[in-house]
Nanobody
Framework: QVQLVESGGGLVQAGGSLRLSCAAS????????MGWYRQAPGNQRELVAR???????NYADSVKGQFTISRDNAKNTVYLQMNSLKPEDTGVYYC?????????????WGQGTQVTVSS
């Protein structure tokens, strides 16, 4: 199991930047996949960016070149640097950890942090 705590959300004007943090309760180097998802009002939760097995990164097409995911294993923390923010980036951002064990995979979520981008 792992507990995830997000921080760093807030209200920002279009074109601004925010950095989200996700602090994990255990070593993240042993977690198979960690990343960020977001959910806008009325929409389904969608992948924003993640580290996959082996340390590769995946980004949603809509944020490529705009957002950067990074990690600090010593601090058990994953970050999401968001630049050139647009109103359509507004939503609740959730940290996710997927752990593969005992023949299955288990998803853990943080409580979410609100990001609001004003035009």
């Amino acid at each position: 199991q792992v507990q995830l705590v997000e921080s760093g959300g807030g209200l920002v004007q279009a074109g601004g930047s925010l950095r989200l943090s996700c602090a994990a309760s255990r070593s993240i180097s042993s977690i198979n996949t960690m990343g960020w998802y977001r959910q806008a009002p009325g929409n389904q939760r969608e992948l924003v960016a993640r580290f996959t097995r082996g340390g590769c990164t995946n980004y949603a097409d809509s944020v490529k070149g705009q957002f950067t995911i990074s990690r600090d294993n010593a601090k058990n923390t994953v970050y999401l640097q968001m630049n050139s923010l647009k109103p359509e980036d507004t939503g609740v951002y959730y940290c996710n950890a997927r752990i593969e064990a005992f023949g299955g995979s288990y998803d853990y979520w943080g409580q979410g942090t609100q990001v609001t981008v004003s035009s």
